[in-house]
Structures are given as structure tokens and as C-alpha cells.
């Protein structure tokens, strides 16, 4: 858009040009008597209005803005026929041939019509030779003219052409240049989404990744089928689509891989499967085409999937609107991503095999995972309905992860294993199904008496004995009545209702857990409430003065009072000590602002100053911890409170240092401004103080 720009107002400087030069000409012609002036005035002003009006009309008009340039050259080429005349009218009288040359040099310099250009060079060569040649006047020497317009037409063309060749040439490197960055950039987003991958989030990471190269590749549907452990049947387990694609992930399951053979005795080959018209398949693969027209495909490559040397699935990448534009770079691409999401599923499979090894989560002595969905399976029959499930969600244990260290993050999700536990009987099942999430199992069980247990599960939460940390729980329930109904259906009832209610509930719960560390923060040091009320003073004031949005002045009093949030896990020993700290100390000090940003990050009410947080310690001049940020790179309202935080801790007793007074405080601040303040903050903050 930018280049287009450009060259747009390049021609527009090119009009404008083209009506001054008429223009000027005239002036000059009749200042000077003695030089007459080939061309009435009448003429001049016709073409400066028609320069004039074609760069006015690129302002007005898209038809002339979209056509500039080809407008320019007709207008261009007019003036150098109109110049053209002249020599011939005035048997190429010096003065006007040696502009003619040059005009014709710029103008071959200025147009990229290469093809165009070359025509009008070799019909004006023919007029000039043609005219040079019935030319009466003995002053002129035909062959030096005529050389000369052919010299430099010639040259100034080919100028040109060069030119513009190297700059298609530079082009074609930056699009490559540009192609290589965008598959390294997809390359990195799949690895980074596959390199933390747990049995939770498997389904989401890879459909991700699948949803990358389709968008990267302009694919209409990329997908996994995955063989079972016999090899007999196919499922289709991962799949995207592109906006107003079908999904077919729900009529792809269980396939019989022996009605196949054509497809899979190409895969246990190893082969690369490209289709690039299913129109066209061979009669051996009737089943495969009938089945590929059933989805509307008309073409797609297969890669197949092997771990262990054994054949376990197969991706697909589909075309439904157009034809596969396919190439060994592409091809290669394509390898290359479907190598990491193998790696990835291998890597998956192994931790299954690591999971079936054991029916209890090792953490919170519950049943996991694997043992519910076996006895989901066992219980799931007509003797046992109603089978009530309730899921249930910790809510906040990021935020007590990040703030408390994932110790007593691991505490609370034992915690609240024991609470669940006692909420329910003994007949029901209780799993954990990983992460903060847990899921309740009970058979022959009513609504009525599911949302029992929920109430009873309600009654028991709230704060951890000794501890400022609440468990808050969400919780959904659904129940299968009827022995047709899908049990994964009611599962993923249940599931639906409890995020609803955890999308209602989390936020306050992620508020409450702060306001513990808020508190539990002030137990360990005293002077931190005071700390805080004091630099929410200063900073409103000070918001006042600098003429702060009132959303502006909300943020700051919220970093004001949780710019130190990050100190929660730093011991008293090392808070309240008299004396110097030592590296060490200071290492572990240093590391609150990351550590604020964590959690203020981890809540929706407190995002919007965890960068301030992070950078309230940074110095102006780059020395700052944690990311040495310089100058205008420190965020504006972490700039302020910088200031506010010194003076506060400059004027008042800390367990490290004594008070000074007002005016020392200030001469600090100036001595400092430019290395560790703003320095136009610092003078305005002075300013302010110096009022008062």
C-alpha cells in the first residue's frame, strides 16, 4: 500500500512539474525580448491546464488516481510532440532541440512502461529522421542530430530497463526472503504449541497446529486420522476447516482400513499420496475416490504417520474449492510440519503408556484420569441410570501458582481434592482429570440429588485454615436418563455448564485471592499498607497536575498500591533486614517485578497494569532491572510511579535506611533525573512538591 502510495504522488509531482514548466517558459520568454518564443501563450496555458487538471483530478477521481501514470505518460509524450513540432518548424534550431533531447532522456528515465517506451522511442527516432531528413536549413547536420536523439534515447531507455529489472529482480528476493520468514514464523508457532504438550491440551495444541499450515498453505481442511491398536479402523481425531468449509470429523469414524487398500498400501510404502484431481483416480481406488467426492474434495495430499516403524495414521490436507497448487518446496514444507506434530504424538502415546501404569493421581491421591473413563465405560449401562456427572473446576490456581510458587499451588489442589471427597459418598467416584481440574461419577443418581452434593460442595469452600488463600470451586452437573443417550454427551453437558458458571465466578475469585496477598503481604511487612496509601496520594496528585484521564489515574492508584504484589514470596528475614543485602538478597529482591507481573497478569481486573508492574525498577537510562528498558521504552504510568516510590521511600524510615527531609529528597530526584527518572516527569513531579 505504502509503495503504491508513492509512486502515486511520484507522478503527481511529475503533473505538477509539467504545468509549471509551461508556465515559467512563458515568463521567461517574454522577461527576455531578445528570445522569442516559439509557442503562443494561448498554448502554454491549454497544456499547463491539462497537466494541472489530471493532478488535481488524482485527488478527486480514482479512475485518474488508479491510471496516473499512464496519464502522465500520454500528457508527457504530448509535450515532447508538441516540442517535437517546434524543432521542425524551426529547422531544429539548437535552443529548442537540446531541450527536446533531454526531455526525451527524463522521459524515458521517469515511466516504467518499458514496452510501451520502446514503441514511442522508435516511432519518435523515425519522425526525428524523417523530419531531420526533408529539413531545408544547411545549419543543421543531419548525422550529429540524428546520433545524437538515437545516443541518448537508446541510452536513457536502457537505463531505465536495467533499472527496473534489478528492482524486479530485489522484488522477487524480498518475496522470497518473505516466504522463508512467514514458514519459519508458522514453524515456530506449531513447535512452541506442541513443545508443552500434556494429555489436557492435546486436542486443542494440535488442531492449532493444523489450523497454522492450513491457513499457511491456503488449504481448505487439514486433519489426522489415526489407526486403533489392531490397525483395522480409521477415525479422523483432528481436524480444521476454513470459514465455510463442512466439517466431516463426526462421519469419519471407525473406518475399515480394509475397504481402503488402495490408500494404505501407498502409505505402508511410505509414499507421499498427492491427488490433484480426484476427477482422475485410478480404478483401483474407487472406494477411495467415492469416498473423497462424498466430502466434495478435489484434491489433497497425505502424509503418512509412522512411530516405532509402525504405520499409526495418516494427516490429510484438502481442497474443496479449487485444485491443489502443489510444489517439492511445498511438499517439503508440509514434511517438515507434519514430522514436528508426529513427534509431538509419539511423544503423547508415551505418556499414555506412562499414565496406564497407575489408576491414582499421584499428587492428590484421588483416582486419575484413565481410571474414570474405564469405569465411565463399565457403569454405562441401564442398570445404573440415572448416572449424575459433575464437573468441577478450581478457579484462581494460576494466579496461586504464579504468586504463592506452584508448592502450595500443588497444596490447594490437595485441599481441595479432601473437600470433594467428603462432599460425596462412598458409592460415587471422584477423579482428578488434570490440572485444576476434577470430575464426580455418580451412578444411579438423580438431578435432584447431584445438585445436593453441589450444595454441600458449596457449604465447604472458603478459606484454607491458616492461610489467606481461598478454594473456589466451579461446578457443573448433567444427567443421563435415558439408556440411547451418548454418556460422552453428558459429559460434555456437564462440562458446558461448569464453565459457564467458572466464567462467572472466576473473576471474583481471582479478586478475593489478590486481596489475600494484598493482606498476607502486609503481615510480613509493615510498612506496606502505609507505603502504598502514601504513593496513591502522591500519585493522584501528581495525576492531577499531568492531566491524567480518569482512566489513566485508576491505573495508577492500582499500581500505587500492587507495585510490590511480586515481594509475597520473599522472606521477612530478607524484607525487614536493617542491613545491607547481600547478591544473593538483592537477586531475590530484584525478582518481584517479574514476579508482580505474573500475577497481576493471571487476573482479568489487574491485567491492565502488569506491565507497569514489570517496570516500575527500570531506570531511564537502561541500568533499571528486570529488561534494562531505556528512555520512552519504561511504559508512561510506570515512569511516574518510579518517581512516587522514590520519594516515598526516600521520606520516610525503612528498616534499611532513615527518613530525609523534603527538600533533600528533591535535590536527589534532580541529581537523578536524565539516569534513573524521566527527566521531564522528574521536573514536573518537583514542580508539584515544591507547591505544595
Given at each position: 500500500?505504502?509503495?503504491?502510495?508513492?509512486?502515486?504522488?511520484?507522478?503527481?509531482?511529475?503533473?505538477?512539474?509539467?504545468?509549471?514548466?509551461?508556465?515559467?517558459?512563458?515568463?521567461?520568454?517574454?522577461?527576455?525580448?531578445?528570445?522569442?518564443?516559439?509557442?503562443s501563450?494561448?498554448?502554454?496555458?491549454?497544456?499547463?491546464?491539462?497537466?494541472?487538471?489530471?493532478?488535481?483530478?488524482?485527488?478527486?477521481?480514482?479512475?485518474?488516481?488508479?491510471?496516473?501514470?499512464?496519464?502522465?505518460?500520454?500528457?508527457?509524450?504530448?509535450?515532447?510532440?508538441?516540442?517535437?513540432?517546434?524543432?521542425?518548424?524551426?529547422?531544429?534550431?539548437?535552443?529548442?532541440?537540446?531541450?527536446?533531447?533531454?526531455?526525451?532522456?527524463?522521459?524515458?528515465?521517469?515511466?516504467?512502461?518499458?514496452?510501451?517506451?520502446?514503441?514511442?522511442?522508435l516511432?519518435?527516432?523515425?519522425?526525428?529522421?524523417?523530419?531531420?531528413?526533408?529539413?531545408?536549413?544547411?545549419?543543421?547536420v543531419?548525422?550529429?542530430?540524428?546520433?545524437?536523439?538515437?545516443?541518448?534515447?537508446?541510452?536513457?531507455?536502457?537505463?531505465?530497463?536495467?533499472?527496473?529489472?534489478s528492482?524486479?529482480?530485489?522484488?522477487?528476493?524480498?518475496?522470497?526472503l518473505?516466504?522463508?520468514?512467514?514458514?519459519?514464523?508458522?514453524?515456530?508457532k506449531?513447535?512452541?504449541?506442541?513443545?508443552?504438550?500434556?494429555?489436557?491440551?492435546?486436542?486443542?495444541?494440535?488442531?492449532?497446529?493444523?489450523?497454522?499450515?492450513?491457513?499457511?498453505?491456503?488449504?481448505?481442511?487439514?486433519?489426522?486420522?489415526?489407526?486403533?491398536?489392531?490397525g483395522?479402523?480409521?477415525?479422523?481425531?483432528?481436524?480444521?476447516?476454513?470459514?465455510g468449509?463442512?466439517?466431516?470429523?463426526?462421519?469419519l469414524?471407525?473406518?475399515?482400513?480394509?475397504?481402503?487398500?488402495?490408500?494404505?498400501?501407498?502409505?505402508?510404502?511410505?509414499?507421499?499420496?498427492?491427488?490433484?484431481?480426484?476427477?482422475?483416480?485410478?480404478?483401483?481406488?474407487?472406494?477411495?475416490?467415492?469416498?473423497?467426492?462424498?466430502?466434495?474434495?478435489?484434491?489433497?495430499?497425505?502424509?503418512?504417520?509412522?512411530?516405532?516403524?509402525?504405520?499409526?495414521?495418516?494427516?490429510?490436507?484438502?481442497?474443496?474449492?479449487?485444485?491443489?497448487?502443489?510444489?517439492?518446496?511445498?511438499?517439503?514444507?508440509?514434511k517438515?510440519?507434519?514430522?514436528?506434530?508426529?513427534?509431538?504424538?509419539?511423544?503423547?502415546?508415551?505418556?499414555?503408556?506412562?499414565?496406564?501404569?497407575?489408576?491414582?493421581?499421584?499428587?492428590?491421591?484421588?483416582?486419575?484420569?484413565?481410571?474414570?473413563?474405564?469405569?465411565?465405560k463399565?457403569?454405562?449401562?441401564?442398570?445404573?441410570?440415572?448416572?449424575?456427572i459433575?464437573?468441577?473446576?478450581?478457579?484462581?490456581?494460576?494466579?496461586?501458582?504464579?504468586?504463592?510458587?506452584?508448592?502450595?499451588?500443588?497444596?490447594?489442589?490437595?485441599?481441595?481434592?479432601?473437600?470433594?471427597?467428603?462432599?460425596?459418598?462412598k458409592?460415587?467416584?471422584?477423579?482428578?482429570?488434570?490440572?485444576?481440574?476434577?470430575?464426580?461419577?455418580?451412578?444411579?443418581?438423580?438431578?435432584?440429588?447431584?445438585?445436593?452434593?453441589?450444595?454441600r460442595?458449596?457449604?465447604?469452600?472458603?478459606?484454607?485454615?491458616?492461610?489467606?488463600?481461598?478454594?473456589?470451586?466451579?461446578?457443573?452437573?448433567?444427567?443421563?436418563?435415558?439408556?440411547?443417550?451418548?454418556?460422552?454427551?453428558?459429559?460434555?453437558?456437564?462440562?458446558?455448564?461448569m464453565?459457564?458458571?467458572?466464567?462467572?465466578?472466576?473473576?471474583?475469585?481471582?479478586?478475593?485471592?489478590?486481596?489475600?496477598?494484598?493482606?498476607?503481604?502486609?503481615?510480613?511487612?509493615?510498612?506496606?499498607?502505609?507505603?502504598?496509601?502514601?504513593?496513591?496520594n502522591?500519585?493522584?496528585?501528581?495525576?492531577?497536575?499531568?492531566?491524567?484521564?480518569?482512566?489513566?489515574?485508576?491505573?495508577?492508584?492500582?499500581?500505587?498500591?500492587?507495585?510490590?504484589?511480586?515481594?509475597?514470596?520473599?522472606?521477612?528475614?530478607?524484607?525487614?533486614?536493617?542491613?545491607?543485602?547481600?547478591?544473593?538478597?538483592?537477586?531475590?529482591?530484584?525478582?518481584?517485578?517479574?514476579?508482580?507481573?505474573?500475577?497481576?497478569?493471571?487476573?482479568?481486573?489487574?491485567?491492565?497494569?502488569a506491565?507497569?508492574?514489570?517496570?516500575?525498577?527500570?531506570?531511564?537510562d537502561?541500568?533499571?532491572?528486570?529488561?534494562?528498558?531505556?528512555?520512552?521504552?519504561?511504559?508512561?504510568?510506570?515512569?511516574?510511579?518510579?518517581?512516587?516510590?522514590?520519594?516515598?521511600?526516600?521520606?520516610?524510615d525503612?528498616?534499611?535506611?532513615?527518613?530525609?527531609?523534603?527538600?533533600?529528597?528533591?535535590?536527589?530526584?534532580?541529581?537523578?533525573?536524565?539516569?534513573?527518572?524521566?527527566?521531564?516527569?522528574?521536573?514536573?513531579?518537583?514542580?508539584?512538591l515544591?507547591?505544595?
Amino acid at each position: 500500500m505504502t509503495k503504491q502510495i508513492n509512486k502515486i504522488n511520484f507522478y503527481r509531482i511529475i503533473l505538477f512539474a509539467g504545468a509549471a514548466s509551461y508556465i515559467i517558459f512563458a515568463f521567461v520568454y517574454r522577461i527576455n525580448s531578445n528570445v522569442y518564443d516559439p509557442m503562443s501563450l494561448g498554448e502554454r496555458i491549454i497544456s499547463a491546464l491539462m497537466f494541472s487538471t489530471a493532478f488535481f483530478m488524482s485527488y478527486k477521481n480514482e479512475f485518474v488516481k488508479n491510471n496516473i501514470e499512464i496519464i502522465s505518460y500520454f500528457l508527457s509524450l504530448s509535450a515532447i510532440l508538441q516540442l517535437f513540432y517546434y524543432n521542425h518548424l524551426f529547422n531544429f534550431n539548437l535552443g529548442l532541440s537540446i531541450p527536446l533531447i533531454i526531455i526525451i532522456a527524463v522521459f524515458n528515465l521517469i515511466f516504467d512502461l518499458n514496452k510501451l517506451k520502446f514503441y514511442t522511442n522508435l516511432i519518435l527516432i523515425i519522425l526525428i529522421s524523417l523530419s531531420l531528413y526533408i529539413c531545408n536549413s544547411p545549419n543543421v547536420v543531419t548525422s550529429f542530430y540524428l546520433t545524437s536523439y538515437i545516443i541518448i534515447a537508446s541510452l536513457s531507455f536502457y537505463i531505465s530497463y536495467f533499472i527496473e529489472k534489478s528492482q524486479k529482480q530485489r522484488q522477487i528476493n524480498l518475496e522470497k526472503l518473505k516466504s522463508q520468514y512467514e514458514f519459519q514464523k508458522t514453524f515456530a508457532k506449531i513447535s512452541s504449541e506442541l513443545v508443552d504438550l500434556g494429555l489436557e491440551n492435546i486436542n486443542y495444541r494440535i488442531n492449532s497446529s493444523l489450523k497454522e499450515i492450513g491457513e499457511y498453505f491456503n488449504i481448505d481442511r487439514s486433519y489426522i486420522f489415526m489407526l486403533n491398536e489392531a490397525g483395522k479402523l480409521m477415525s479422523n481425531q483432528y481436524e480444521w476447516t476454513a470459514p465455510g468449509i463442512s466439517s466431516q470429523k463426526e462421519k469419519l469414524q471407525n473406518l475399515k482400513t480394509k475397504n481402503y487398500q488402495w490408500w494404505f498400501k501407498n502409505l505402508r510404502n511410505k509414499d507421499v499420496i498427492i491427488i490433484e484431481d480426484v476427477d482422475r483416480l485410478e480404478a483401483e481406488a474407487a472406494a477411495e475416490k467415492e469416498l473423497l467426492k462424498s466430502q466434495n474434495i478435489k484434491s489433497l495430499i497425505v502424509f503418512p504417520i509412522y512411530i516405532e516403524e509402525e504405520i499409526t495414521g495418516f494427516f490429510g490436507f484438502d481442497l474443496v474449492e479449487n485444485k491443489i497448487d502443489i510444489n517439492e518446496i511445498k511438499i517439503e514444507q508440509l514434511k517438515i510440519f507434519t514430522d514436528v506434530i508426529t513427534n509431538a504424538i509419539s511423544k503423547h502415546q508415551d505418556n499414555l503408556k506412562i499414565k496406564k501404569l497407575s489408576y491414582y493421581d499421584s499428587l492428590t491421591d484421588i483416582y486419575n484420569r484413565r481410571f474414570f473413563e474405564e469405569e465411565l465405560k463399565r457403569l454405562d449401562t441401564a442398570r445404573q441410570l440415572p448416572i449424575s456427572i459433575i464437573m468441577a473446576d478450581l478457579n484462581g490456581l494460576k494466579i496461586i501458582n504464579d504468586s504463592y510458587g506452584h508448592k502450595m499451588g500443588d497444596y490447594v489442589l490437595k485441599r481441595a481434592a479432601e473437600l470433594l471427597k467428603k462432599s460425596i459418598r462412598k458409592e460415587d467416584i471422584l477423579a482428578r482429570q488434570g490440572g485444576d481440574e476434577f470430575v464426580i461419577l455418580l451412578p444411579q443418581t438423580t438431578p435432584e440429588e447431584a445438585a445436593k452434593i453441589i450444595k454441600r460442595i458449596k457449604n465447604k469452600t472458603g478459606m484454607i485454615e491458616g492461610t489467606s488463600i481461598p478454594i473456589s470451586i466451579a461446578l457443573g452437573q448433567a444427567t443421563k436418563t435415558d439408556k440411547n443417550e451418548e454418556i460422552e454427551e453428558t459429559l460434555k453437558d456437564a462440562d458446558n455448564q461448569m464453565y459457564k458458571n467458572k466464567l462467572s465466578e472466576g473473576r471474583s475469585s481471582k479478586s478475593n485471592i489478590v486481596a489475600g496477598l494484598i493482606n498476607a503481604l502486609e503481615a510480613k511487612s509493615n510498612e506496606t499498607k502505609e507505603h502504598a496509601l502514601r504513593m496513591k496520594n502522591i500519585a493522584l496528585k501528581f495525576a492531577e497536575k499531568l492531566k491524567l484521564s480518569e482512566s489513566e489515574k485508576n491505573r495508577l492508584s492500582l499500581i500505587a498500591e500492587l507495585h510490590d504484589i511480586g515481594k509475597i514470596n520473599i522472606s521477612e528475614e530478607i524484607l525487614n533486614k536493617p542491613d545491607r543485602l547481600n547478591q544473593k538478597e538483592w537477586e531475590i529482591i530484584k525478582k518481584h517485578t517479574e514476579q508482580g507481573y505474573k500475577i497481576a497478569s493471571s487476573s482479568e481486573e489487574f491485567a491492565a497494569v502488569a506491565d507497569d508492574i514489570y517496570a516500575h525498577h527500570e531506570r531511564w537510562d537502561g541500568t533499571g532491572y528486570p529488561r534494562q528498558l531505556e528512555g520512552e521504552e519504561i511504559p508512561y504510568l510506570a515512569r511516574i510511579i518510579t518517581l512516587v516510590d522514590a520519594y516515598d521511600v526516600m521520606t520516610n524510615d525503612r528498616a534499611y535506611s532513615d527518613a530525609v527531609s523534603k527538600r533533600e529528597a528533591l535535590v536527589e530526584i534532580e541529581r537523578c533525573s536524565g539516569t534513573q527518572f524521566d527527566p521531564e516527569l522528574a521536573d514536573k513531579f518537583i514542580d508539584l512538591l515544591e507547591g505544595e
